[in-house]
């Protein structure tokens, strides 16, 4: 909870400024994140092929070099 708190002040921004928070990877999707997501970002959750866009990502990126 600190570091995403601390990560949101390094970054200039609120909680109220995050219109979407999208997981993604394996990691997003243990209870204690999840729950702690939840009830930072009410509403504002959304995951998407949670094990494949990490890898999607990198290969848009991959492919734009």
């Known amino acids: ?20 928070v999208l997981k993604v990877g394996g ?4 209870r204690f994140i999840d729950g702690l997501l939840t009830s930072i970002f009410k509403g504002k959750i959304n995951s998407l092929e949670l094990f494949t866009s ?12």
């Open 27 to 30: 990691s997003s999707s243990n």
């Open 54 to 65: 990490v890898v999607s990502g990198l290969a848009i990126v991959g492919n734009n070099q």
């Open 1 to 20: 909870r600190d570091c995403l708190f601390e990560s949101l002040r390094m970054a200039g921004i609120t909680q109220q400024d995050i219109d979407v």
